[in-house]
T-cell receptor, first 110, second 119 residues
Framework: RKEVEQDPGPFNVPEGATVAFNCTYS??????FFWYRQDCRKEPKLLMS???SGNEDGRFTAQLNRASQYISLLIRDSKLSDSATYLC???????????FGSGTQLTVLP | GAVVSQHPSWVICKSGTSVKIECRSL??????MFWYRQFPKQSLMLMAT?????????EQGVEKDKFLINHASLTLSTLTVTSAHPEDSSFYIC???????????????FGPGTRLTVL
């Protein structure tokens, strides 16, 4: 079983739409969670950390449910520039190693 | 944020040759560096973790004699793919975390990646 599972998509949505991605993790000892964004043939870039209380950064909202081992990312008013692969990531252990999900591909259409 | 560079950004080589990839932290001390590999349409997979001055810790299934990692300074780690074969063709990405101005970075900062093609 994969440690971090995501729906691979692709999600094709019109500009201005709201889209939500889900992610589940299997390691109950996971300590930190993140959403990264990866553009084609580029390195991943940190989008936001995910906290139990939920957090929002502009059009992006992330939620963590530890009881269900579930993480979500909501993008409101999507822009063409939001087109990318979104990676769900968990971190555990003192080595701060990151475990990546396989990513969810988003394409925002004009 | 902190900057990590990688060199080369892409490389094409013949089967059987060795390829060295450099990962540098430009404005902070990278006490820990991580090497990842990503095949097309797949996730980043951690290959190894290296702490400056120590031997790297390899993930299960990663051959340490094939993927040589050196982290001899706080700003440089190298990954050498020895006797590369076509199945080693992949996108290799490093990341680093460490210290800058006395502040510890928990975040990993990623290099831009190196695309390796073995013919």
């Amino acid at each position: 079983r994969k440690e971090v599972e995501q729906d691979p998509g692709p999600f094709n949505v019109p500009e201005g739409a709201t889209v939500a991605f889900n992610c589940t993790y299997s390691n109950s000892a996971s300590q930190s969670f993140f959403w990264y964004r990866q553009d084609c043939r580029k390195e991943p870039k940190l989008l936001m950390s995910v906290y139990s209380s939920g957090n929002e950064d502009g059009r992006f909202t992330a939620q963590l449910n530890r009881a269900s081992q579930y993480i979500s990312l909501l993008i409101r008013d999507s822009k063409l520039s939001d087109s990318a692969t979104y990676l769900c990531v968990e971190s555990s252990g003192s080595a701060r190693q990151l475990t990546f999900g396989s990513g969810t591909q988003l394409t925002v259409l004009p | 944020g902190a900057v990590v560079s990688q060199h080369p950004s892409w490389v094409i080589c013949k089967s059987g040759t060795s390829v060295k990839i450099e990962c540098r932290s430009l404005d902070f001390q990278a006490t820990t560096m991580f090497w990842y590999r990503q095949f097309p349409k797949q996730s980043l997979m951690l290959m190894a973790t290296s702490n400056e001055g120590s031997k790297a810790t390899y993930e299960q299934g990663v051959e340490k004699d094939k993927f040589l990692i050196n982290h001899a300074s706080l700003t440089l780690s190298t990954l050498t793919v020895t006797s590369a074969h076509p199945e080693d063709s992949s996108f290799y990405i490093c990341s680093a975390s460490g210290l800058a101005g006395g502040t510890s970075y928990n975040e990993q900062f990623f290099g831009p990646g190196t695309r390796l093609t073995v013919l």
